[in-house]
């Protein structure tokens, strides 16, 4: 065993799945804000694979600070139009020199915007609604020191800050992550008229799970409002069966609540996402590390994409956190809840955190004595593996949203 600071404790009180309430969100890939997220995220990777191109490793950036600024619309059955495009900037700091070698951070940014909208966003034109700028500017002289210019094997930390992960996950945290995850994925596939804007709530009072989701409808799909409430009714349909593959707990769903159809006013767009029509959006704002918003759990408030995958501890330990808590939950038998918590402090290898801390909530009959010592193994295990969390991101196998 090494010698870093490692804990094991049990959690001071209730197993989420044995709280009375529990809330849960997720904001879908639409939504302004995880529109941000995406488009940072994206652009973080394309820089870090440029740079290994071209002078063979990582240099220093971050491009977590990118907005959103909302436009307006006109949405019509069978077919409105922007009348105000979108403004997004990608902000932050990228290096655009190395020992000689030029590297065109302002082109790849937008070169990726433009990618990741083209696979994500069919019904949003690039450059009529949406207009993308780029503003990176160069990053501080000690931090990029701090970033591996030292020649160290491991990084060193870029801040002193915190990440955390839990594992696994309760089944309404499952419900409402797989609900939008499935809604943009193979049911949006054969459903053009669903947007991409989707936002799900999740509410578990004592056994009762209500599931509300808001879904943009794309105008020039629906025909007309016995249209739009087809569609409504088929997302309400496909969420509550959704739902039953999870739990059998009973579940209400409900979808567009805000609907008047007396009154003509849903939930219509003609691109598919509210930032079309007055909803702006900033990276970090939005779901955490897990993908989920989760109030009756421990977060860090860091914003994780876009930030670079070397030594920037905002990314790093929330994204190793998490996987740190699903890999001893599934090599350990007796959790029935697990925190990972991870301290850095700026300029001390990311190995070899102030304090990993991991909180255990146990089967009956399991204490946490029991399993300490193969608990702390695996974290030491995964700490000193750290630097694979940058492959896997730059590679986009790990999802920052």
């Known amino acids: 065993m090494s010698e870093r600071n490692i804990r094991v404790e049990p959690v001071p009180g209730l197993a989420v799945e044995d709280q009375e309430v529990e809330i849960v969100e997720r904001k879908g890939i639409g939504h302004p804000d995880s529109i941000c997220d995406g488009i940072a995220e994206r652009v973080s990777r394309e820089l870090a694979r440029a740079y290994i191109d071209r002078v063979g490793k990582v240099l220093h950036y971050n491009t977590d600070e990118t907005q959103l600024v909302a436009g307006s619309s ?14 997004l900037l990608i902000v932050g700091r ?20 433009r990618e990741y909208f083209a696979e994500r966003f069919p019904e949003l034109d690039f450059g009529t609604d949406i ?30 800050s915190f990440g955390v ?16 995850r499935r809604l943009n ?3 949006g596939d054969d459903h053009p008229e669903l947007g991409q804007d989707i936002k799900v709530m999740g509410k578990r009072e004592g056994d009762r799970i209500d599931v509300t989701v808001a879904a943009a409808m794309i105008d020039s799909y629906v025909e007309g409002i016995e249209d739009y409430r087809a569609a409504v009714e088929d997302v309400r349909g496909y969420v509550r069966d959704l739902a039953a593959e ?33 909803d702006d959006g900033s990276v970090g704002r939005g779901n955490r590390a897990n993908g989920l918003i989760t ?47 991870l301290l ?35 974290v030491d295990r995964e700490l000193e593996n750290v630097t694979s969390v940058t492959e896997r991101v730059i590679d986009g196998e790990l999802s920052t949203f």
């Open 131 to 160: 207009v993308v700028d780029v503003k990176l500017g160069q990053g501080s002289g000690d931090l990029q020191e701090v970033f591996g210019e030292s020649g160290a094997t491991v990084p060193m930390a870029n801040d002193t």
């Open 246 to 278: 999870y739990t059998d707990r009973e579940v209400a769903v409900h979808v567009n609540t805000a609907d008047d159809y007396d009154e003509g006013a849903i939930y219509l767009t003609t691109t598919g996402t509210s930032a079309e029509q007055g």
């Open 344 to 378: 850095s402090q700026i300029g001390q290898p990311i190995d070899d955190p102030h304090v990993a801390d991991a909180s255990l909530v146990t089967e009956d009959g399991v204490s946490v004595a029991d399993i300490e010592e193969e608990v702390e193994a695996i």
């Open 295 to 341: 109030p009756n759990r421990s977060m860090s408030m860091e914003a994780t994409s876009g930030k670079n995958p070397v030594n920037h501890i905002g990314k790093i330990y929330n994204l190793l956190s998490t996987d740190i808590a699903r890999t001893v939950v599934n090599e350990v038998d007796g959790i029935r809840e697990l925190r990972v918590r």
């Open 165 to 180: 992960g839990h594992a696994p996950l309760t089944a309404t945290e499952r419900i409402v992550l797989n609900v939008e």
């Open 94 to 113: 990228a290096t655009k020199e190395y020992q000689g070698t030029k590297i065109p951070a302002g082109t790849i940014a937008l070169r990726a915007a």
């Open 74 to 87: 006109a949405p019509a059955f069978g077919g409105g139009e922007t009348t105000e495009p979108i403004y």
């Open 185 to 187: 994925g193979s049911y």
